[in-house]
Nanobody, 115 residues
Framework: QVQLVESGGGFVQAGGSLRLSCAASKTTFSINDMGWYRQAPGKQREFVAYIRGGSNTNYADSVKGRFTISRDTAKSTLFLQMNSLKPEDTAVYYC?????????WGQGTQVTVSS
């Protein structure tokens, strides 16, 4: 069973930065590609970014050029560096495998960007 714990969210002013972390099991990181997802109130959960292997990445058009996904395999941790944040980035952010395991969503971490 996959367990994922997100952290690093908070309140930030537009234009600011946040760095999210996702702790997972060593097994999860060793055998799966990983991704970040987000869900705003009243909206469907959406894809944000993924990393295949150690370096191949892909981003949603809405965050391209502003967000960077990375992983530390030794620490079984996934990161999302978010720069130039916009109010529309406000959402609960989740990590999961890519493609995601439907039954493995964690609590997420809240990101709130004020204007």
């Amino acid at each position: 069973q996959v367990q994922l714990v997100e952290s690093g969210g908070g309140f930030v002013q537009a234009g600011g930065s946040l760095r999210l972390s996702c702790a997972a099991s060593k097994t999860t990181f060793s055998i799966n590609d990983m991704g970040w997802y987000r869900q705003a109130p009243g909206k469907q959960r959406e894809f944000v970014a993924y990393i295949r292997g150690g370096s191949n990445t892909n981003y949603a058009d809405s965050v391209k050029g502003r967000f960077t996904i990375s992983r530390d395999t030794a620490k079984s941790t996934l990161f999302l560096q978010m720069n130039s944040l916009k109010p529309e980035d406000t959402a609960v952010y989740y990590c999961n495998a890519y493609p995601p395991f439907p039954r493995s969503w964690g609590q997420g971490t809240q990101v709130t960007v004020s204007s």
